[in-house]
């Protein structure tokens, strides 16, 4: 008998509670946070693509490549038709932390080749003749989301089959054939890339010199190390982080791309820690692989553990992949004339000698003697050469900075 592969039955397997379905499209009863599966009514063996909507796709986002060249529509629609699976029902896993119904919406409206309002699954546009139906579960908050949506993407795995899963390109996760990545960095390996239309980016304000007012020992931007420093770390209980991904993601508010400034150093110092990172991840896949093999997820303390260190890997890679992307370095254009990005700085204050380093927002660490070029003392010295002094004015006092030596 074959095994039942459809949303419902990947939902009770995960013991969760089952709503739906309604035909995509149609609006969703549930305005929270959840996951959904969008399937078909049963599995076909090969889809019916339009080739008329790929067309469209390709007209609309001339940056379009497949494996580094411009296709045709065909080309293009054959490529899409070798990730389908067809002993799947599923065509998707989604999640969302915020308005469940709101989300399903706004990809059912989303032209492909538009980011906005949700261009997730938007392979799903380009399906003709199936009937597409959507079922959901609700969930508390983005921690159970996220968790949620991995047990169903590691169900969906475990029931496809080793010849269809070979089939895949190499390098390509085994996701529901309109999913292109999941929020625990699992991705297809299409060979598409550019898919979407460039997004526009917010100006950049010009900075604002400013005198800030502030105690002694937050005059050198401490307080800001201070605050990273309290920061709770992933765990349970009273003042913790419920999981990893949760804790990276403390660090990392989304909002409008900005140029990054960091120094050639810095800038190496990241690319260092992300080749790092990257090479710990066949090693947390390979632990959380041998964790499922050891039977029931729910009770699973080391299946957990594994993915909760998958869910900081990845969090932590994204933050430095989208630092590294908008990343422009800084040097010292006249090394020794004046204070700039990257200068060695040493000065004398009421009797003692400090060396600060100049670097950006990014690369501060006041403990260490790097400053940001922001912070009052770094503001003020930007710009100064030998002989020059500085005064920070605080509550407690003026501070003078005597410059002796830049290098």
Request: proline fraction near 8%.
């Amino acid at each position: 008998m074959t095994p039942d592969r459809s949303a419902p039955a990947l939902l009770r397997e995960a013991d969760l509670m089952v709503d739906g379905p309604v035909p995509f499209g149609r609006p969703a009863k549930h305005a929270g946070p959840g996951v959904f599966i969008v399937e078909l009514a049963a599995p076909i063996a090969s889809p019916n693509l339009d080739l008329a909507a790929i067309g469209k796709w390709l007209e609309r986002v001339p940056d379009l490549r497949l494996d580094g060249e411009r296709p045709t529509s065909k080309p293009l629609a054959e490529r899409l038709r070798s990730f389908w699976l067809p002993g799947q029902q599923v065509v998707l896993i989604g999640s969302t932390p915020g308005n469940l119904a709101a989300r399903l919406n706004g990809m059912a409206k989303t032209v492909p080749g538009d980011r906005k309002p949700a261009w997730t699954g938007f392979w799903l546009h380009f399906l003709r003749g199936v009937e597409l139906n959507v079922w959901w579960t609700a969930t508390k908050d983005a921690d159970t989301t996220t968790l949620t949506e991995g047990y169903l993407l590691d169900a969906f795995a475990a029931g496809v089959d080793a010849a269809e899963a070979a089939r895949l390109r190499e390098g390509s996760a085994v996701l529901p054939w309109a999913m292109l990545q999941s929020g625990d960095g699992r991705r297809k390996s299409t060979g598409i890339t550019n898919p979407l239309l460039p997004e526009e980016k917010a100006p950049v304000p010009k900075p604002v010199r400013r005198i800030v007012e502030l105690p002694v020992a937050e005059a050198d931007g401490a307080r800001d190390e201070a605050r990273r420093a309290r920061r709770p770390a992933p765990g349970r209980g009273a003042g913790k982080v419920a999981s990893a991904a949760a804790y990276a993601a403390q660090g990392s508010p989304r909002k409008a791309a900005e140029q990054v400034l960091l120094s050639p150093e810095g800038k190496e110092r990241l690319e260092g820690e992300l080749a790092d990172l990257i090479s710990q991840r066949p090693e947390v896949i390979r632990r959380i692989a041998t964790a499922r093999e050891h039977g029931d997820l729910k009770e699973n303390a080391e299946y957990h553990a594994a993915r909760e260190e998958q869910g900081f890997l990845e969090g932590r890679i994204r933050q430095l992949e989208a630092k590294l992307k908008v990343a422009v370095v800084t040097a010292p254009t006249e090394r020794g004339q004046h204070v700039e990005m990257g200068s060695r700085v040493r000065v004398e204050t009421d009797g003692e000698e400090q060396t600060f380093t100049i670097v950006s927002a990014a690369e501060a660490r006041p403990r260490e003697g790097r400053i940001s070029n922001v912070s009052p003392v770094g503001a003020a010295l930007v710009g100064r050469q030998v002989g020059d002094a500085v005064t920070i004015i605080t509550p407690g006092g003026n501070v003078r900075y005597d410059i002796l030596e830049i290098s």
